[in-house]
């Protein structure tokens, strides 16, 4: 009995090895194509360029330009830069690359990260969206203050230039006599401040449609998500370095301006010994970042999985330190010139006393070289060096004027400063202070 026949290969019921090869090579192409295809799912940056200024644009804000040079001023200038970077290399990069990561490789937002490693860690994602909530709150504020601003600089004299005149008794306004015209517009004008906090005040309808549109121009901004928040980084990340090159050029061209560079750079190390600097150089690190946040996990997770993140996080933090520098440059150059005229009002106040010594007989040996008869015209360098030698014989109507001791006064206290403005003298009280952080 003869056995039946084999079915042959036409009819496709036996594969031969290269047909099997291909036939596993087509699953994987299948599979791979299904995970394009869960990955597409999810929007994109048009460009790297995009991905990079809204990283930049999320990280760089008040804690660069306004906190930052507060803190150098503070702790010692170069000192603090220093530890700052040091804590920047070892604490914040390493973390701004772990939020990147996250973000890149679950391609989620901060709550699905954290759902995605543990289902129990999900409170951290609602957590970080409603830090993000509470901050978007003053900082909506902060810009309908800008906004206000913005608007009434538009006039001319400025506002907060001169003190108002009462209508009625056709004098100066004497609460903003006895303050200025800049805390006076601050507190009575754009705040219309109460005298005390039990004290709600009247409705502001001005500072109220300044904050209304500030929330109007974040709605209009993210309305589209990254399609429509892209474009307006093109404009918000790139503006604010304008600015601050501007202000820098014309600060650089102010009489005393080098000397706040040096007073910047120059490192004082023994501040290292106070824990109080270290912990501020760590804050700064995490406030500047913005690690904790959620957005650069959201923002992260619009990338490709295979995007070299390793270079993001180098050059995102790189850009946020050398923006606090460029800030801090802006604000030192301005207090070397206010420094530098407060000294030479000093070196003219004391030349004008040491003229009228002259003219009355007393011992002519301590005279100075220069000339007493124009106090304006002497150089900061020649007093010193002339009070240095003569100066404890007159006795203490004779001060000298240091310019480093000028550039020091504003950050000789540990705490921010508290701008207060005399309350109004029908009760007799004062309002409450406004903190600047």
């Given amino acids: 009995m003869e056995k039946p026949p084999l079915p042959s290969d036409e009819n496709g019921s036996v594969l031969t090895e290269s047909q099997s090869d291909m036939a596993l090579v087509s699953a994987d192409d299948e599979g791979s194509a299904g995970a394009d295809g869960q990955e597409d799912d999810r929007p994109a940056w048009d ?23 507060y803190l150098c001023h503070q702790n010692g ?18 973390l701004f690359f772990m939020e990147l990561a ?24 609602y957590s970080s969206c409603m830090v993000c909530f509470f901050v978007a709150l003053y900082y909506n504020v902060i810009i309908a203050w800008s906004l206000f601003y913005m608007g009434n600089s538009f006039q001319y004299p400025l506002p907060w230039e ?45 500072m109220t449609g300044c904050l209304l549109a500030a929330w109007a121009i974040v709605c ?17 990340s790139v503006f604010p370095y304008a600015v601050l090159i501007c202000f820098l050029i014309r600060g650089l061209m102010l009489d005393g301006a080098i000397d706040g560079i040096k007073y910047m750079f120059y490192p004082k190390v023994e501040i290292w010994g106070e824990v109080q600097v270290w912990r501020q150089a760590a804050t700064q690190v995490f406030f500047a970042l913005g690690l904790g946040y959620g957005s650069v996990i959201a923002y992260s997770s619009y990338n490709p999985i295979h995007n070299n993140c390793h270079r993001d996080a180098i050059m995102v933090s790189g850009i946020n330190f050398m923006t606090s520098v460029l800030a801090s440059l802006v604000v030192f150059v301005v207090l070397g010139f206010r420094a530098k005229n407060i000294a030479l009002d000093c070196v003219a106040t004391n030349v004008a006393r040491m003229a009228e010594m002259a003219q009355t007989g007393s011992s002519q040996h301590w005279r100075p070289l220069f000339n007493m008869s124009d106090p304006k015209s002497v150089v900061l360098q020649d007093y010193r060096q002339w009070y240095s030698s003569y100066g404890s014989l007159l006795g203490s109507n004779i001060t000298d004027c240091d ?15 508290k701008l207060t403005l005399p309350s109004h003298p029908s009760n007799g009280r004062e309002p409450h202070g406004l903190r600047i952080f």
């Fill in 47 to 69: 460009s790297k360029l995009q991905y990079v200024l809204a990283q930049v644009g999320f990280s760089v804000g008040l804690g660069n330009v306004w906190r930052f040079p």
């Fill in 77 to 94: 200038g170069g000192a603090f830069m220093l530890l700052y970077v040091m804590l920047l290399l070892i604490i914040g990069v390493p």
């Fill in 102 to 125: 996250a973000g890149q490789s679950i391609r989620q937002g901060s709550i699905g990260v954290w759902k995605h490693i543990s289902p129990r860690l999900a409170g951290i994602g």
């Fill in 162 to 206: 001169q003190c108002p005149v009462d209508m009625i008794s056709n004098q100066t306004v004497k609460e903003c006599a006895a303050s200025s015209p800049t805390s006076y517009f601050w507190f009575r004008k754009a705040l219309d401040i109460s005298d005390s906090i039990d004290q709600s005040g009247e409705f502001n309808p001005i």
């Fill in 220 to 236: 209009l901004a993210m309305i589209k998500g990254i399609k429509s928040s892209a474009k307006v980084m093109y404009f918000s």
């Fill in 403 to 417: 310019l480093e001791r000028e550039m020091s006064k504003q950050g000789s206290s540990r705490d921010p400063p």
